[in-house]
């Protein structure tokens, strides 16, 4: 928490969430038109997602940086871009 608390107090990260376990989530389904719900993750794997954070930052390098800051023992954490419209 001490590493959320830091980089919130500085403006870094804009918003944070934890996820619930996989076990948890519902599919939505859309195909031709129709919508069909599954009661389990999108996709089975043997990692999942624990959360996430939106991060302000000035480019892909400082988010790879403040990704491998994030302290964790054992874990890996995915950086991707989001779509500005």
Do not use: C, N
Not at 23 to 44: F, H, K, N, W, Y
Not at 62 to 84: N, Q
């Amino acid at each position: 928490m001490e590493w959320f608390t830091k980089h919130r107090a500085d403006g870094t990260i804009v918003d944070a969430q934890q996820l619930r376990e996989p076990d948890t989530a519902t599919t939505v389904v859309v195909e031709e038109g129709r919508s069909t719900m599954i009661d389990r993750p999108l996709l089975e794997a043997k990692e999942a997602i624990g959360g996430y954070a939106i991060v302000d930052v000035p480019d892909l390098d400082a988010a790879l940086e403040l990704a491998a800051s994030f302290p964790v023992p054992d874990g890996k954490v995915e950086v991707r871009p989001l779509v500005e419209r």
